[in-house]
């Protein structure tokens, strides 16, 4: 999720002011990737506590003249620590600077990584606790706050503070009354490293961080690589300010509560808030259900019309499928040409992962992780059944729901996994495709749809450049083999290779039919041609040309929808979606939007794909599967809007073009 660094300790004798400051501007930069949408810093001195923090990316807080203003008030001989923040907004708006970080509550002031999924219940379980954000982190302040006082041991205060909270989070930490300093992390997301002299520490969120600044040219005599140390799922480090004695705790098996607390003179929290603030939108969540029945009218109009289309006798594929031929059977040529799924077996999966496993500790593999449903049950296969010791990837562009990010970490607080996030540029990208929404909407046509997914094709490249990093070679996927949607590039004029056995493998005349039918689309449609264009081809080469070197587990296992809703939602408490029943795609803030586009225009969606090669393996009847579509295919009108308000176009007016367009039956 969220990117947190900083530097601990007594760092006067070898850093000098502007050295110490290029230090901190490295940390933010490198940090920068897991978040973008604000950042923040905290100095702790023997004096006071110094924060600023901004609605924008950590590379436009350091170029700003608050920054540079901000630095005035350091003072090397009584410096004592420094936490900073690179944020990747969940809950709570950014532009109310309360949320974002660090966080400030009484007496406590720290960073975090990761989301509390139950935070709602545990204000509610502690009235007496009172709220005065939106943002998660605030309820972890508060906690540790209250066990403080009540144990007065810190060691326990964090023990029982990440007992009561539920998802994967990291934390740093110090106080204004305190010469305590602790880092802790129930998902292993933590790294440290101390300098050589012993004298100071730096912390960050990936490994990969801290290896970029001891590799500096600045900063290779101060630091050595070989002295990263990883703090474990649930562990604990504490350092004493005044005298630099520290020690790792286990906090969920040890009795930890053996640690002094020395209260010092309060020190005062000065905080420089140089973003702009204002009350949170006031947008309506939730459309009222006579609204909902006015906004079905035209769903409720054409559904007896699309009901009606011939579709295949054997599957549930209608006549409007691009290329789709019907025998005098009424049997179509995706059924005809269908080769049933050759499963490897776990067996062969077991034999070909151990030549990756790791007994040191390190990761083994990277596990790319969307927080769906099939990724969800790879990552808990992966770490439970094969005993693997994975770091779970996500690429955030934009279009990831709370949803999914209280998913990704649930499982990785759960599990014990570290979570690895790349953050886009996400306003951006959010950017393009508004531009290419908009541009489409003047002139639609089912064959672009997919320029409105292209913006987080860029996972693979960033896949490959984990994997080196950390250096796991194995990247493990989780696609569903029954995913294929020939239609999206159908639609393009592409023919269909039926033989293929990856959704992302194309031969190269398919790929110059690509090129050809935008670049004719482009220019019958000039609105294209914005400053997506680089992006869009950018996600081209990614999905197609770069190297796809992973690991499917489902070429290995069959794929069970009951066996994988279950393990999550029982063992996990996995999240779904109140506006469908379906557990597919709803962590994608996509999907809605254009699976409504294809409904309303070709009388189908990605689901009669689906299920319709379900019923080639066997799993489902043509019966129950049209009785499943029905419902998957209804509108799913919050995330609809959801989609329209975070890209920042007007739903309505959306809803109305699309209604109007051409369709094929």
């Not at 350091?62 to 630095?71: G, K, M, P, V």
């Not at 006549?319 to 077996?345: A, S, W």
């Not at 960033?462 to 569903?480: E, H």
Request: proline fraction near 4%; charge should be positive.
């Amino acid at each position: 999720m969220c990117g947190i660094f900083g530097l601990v300790g007594q760092p006067h004798n070898q850093l000098t002011i502007k050295k110490m400051q290029k230090l901190v501007r490295l940390l933010f930069k490198l940090s920068e990737s897991r978040g973008k949408e604000a950042a923040g810093l905290a100095i702790l001195s023997k004096k006071s506590v110094e924060i600023i923090k901004q609605a924008a990316s950590a590379s436009t807080l350091i170029h700003s003249t608050a920054y540079q203003e901000f630095w005035q008030t350091y003072n090397p001989e009584i410096f004592q620590a420094l936490i900073g923040h690179a944020r990747l907004v969940t809950n709570g708006s950014m532009f109310f600077n309360d949320n974002n970080q660090p966080v400030v509550k009484d007496q406590a002031i720290l960073v975090h990584n990761g989301i509390v999924v139950n935070d709602q219940s545990l204000w509610q379980q502690f009235p007496e606790l009172h709220r005065q954000s939106e943002v998660d982190t605030e309820i972890i302040a508060a906690l540790i706050n209250k066990f403080l006082n009540t144990e007065n041991s810190l060691p326990l205060a964090i023990k029982k503070t990440f007992s009561l909270i539920k998802g994967m989070t990291s934390i740093a930490g110090f106080f204004n009354n305190q010469n305590n300093f602790y880092l802790a992390t129930n998902n292993g997301s933590l790294y440290l490293l101390p300098a050589k002299n012993k004298k100071f520490f730096i912390f960050a969120s990936e490994k990969h961080i801290l290896e970029k600044v001891a590799n500096h040219r600045n900063y290779q005599h101060f630091f050595s690589i070989g002295q990263i140390i990883h703090l474990s799922t649930n562990e604990l480090w504490l350092i004493d300010l005044a005298n630099l004695e520290n020690k790792f705790l286990d906090f969920k098996n040890q009795n930890i509560t053996n640690w002094p607390i020395e209260k010092v003179t309060l020190r005062p929290i000065n905080k420089k808030d140089t973003a702009p603030i204002f009350p949170p939108s006031e947008k309506d969540s939730e459309i009222s259900s006579n609204f909902i029945t006015e906004i079905n009218a035209h769903y409720e109009q054409i559904k007896p019309q699309i009901d009606s289309l011939k579709r295949c006798t054997k599957c549930i594929l209608p006549e409007t499928m691009p290329l789709i031929e019907f025998d005098e059977h009424g049997v179509c040529n995706y059924c005809r040409h269908y080769q049933p799924l050759k499963i490897k077996g776990e067996e062969q999966l077991k034999q070909l992962v151990s030549s990756y496993r790791k007994n040191n500790g390190d990761p083994d593999c990277v596990m790319t992780f969307s927080g769906g449903r099939d990724s969800s049950y790879g990552l808990h296969y992966v770490k439970k059944k094969l005993g693997l010791n994975p770091v779970a990837y996500s690429y955030d562009w934009g279009m990831i729901t709370d949803l999914a990010r209280r998913n990704q970490s649930r499982m990785c607080g759960q599990l014990g996994v570290e979570h690895i996030l790349i953050s886009a540029n996400i306003k951006k990208k959010r950017d393009n495709i508004k531009k290419n929404v908009l541009a489409w909407l003047k002139k639609p046509n089912l064959g672009t749809v997919p320029l409105f997914m292209a913006g987080d094709k860029q996972y693979f490249y960033y896949a490959n450049k984990i994997s080196k990093q950390i250096k796991a070679p194995l990247i493990v996927i989780c696609t569903n083999l029954l995913e294929k949607t020939y239609f999206k590039t159908a639609f393009c004029g592409a023919r269909i290779d039926f033989n293929s056995k990856k959704p992302y493998a194309l031969s190269p005349y398919n790929q110059l039919k690509l090129i050809w039918f935008y670049f004719k689309n482009f220019i019958t449609n000039p609105s294209y041609i914005n400053s997506s264009l680089l992006d869009t081809l950018g996600a081209f080469i990614s999905y197609y040309f770069i190297s796809h070197k992973h690991l499917n587990i489902y070429q290995y296992l069959p794929w069970d929808e009951n066996e994988i809703s279950e393990t999550l939602i029982n063992q996990y408490d996995w999240e779904t979606a109140p506006d469908t029943s379906t557990t597919w795609r709803i962590g994608d803030g996509t999907a809605a939007f254009y699976n409504y586009i294809y409904y309303t225009m070709a009388g189908f969606t990605e689901n009669d794909t689906f299920r319709s090669n379900q019923i080639r393996e066997g799993v489902l009847t043509r019966e129950e599967a049209l009785k499943i579509t029905r419902a998957e295919n209804q509108p799913r009108w919050p995330a609809f809007r959801w989609y329209c308000d975070t890209i920042g176009i007007d739903w309505l007016m959306a809803l109305e073009k699309i209604n109007s367009a051409p369709k094929l039956y």
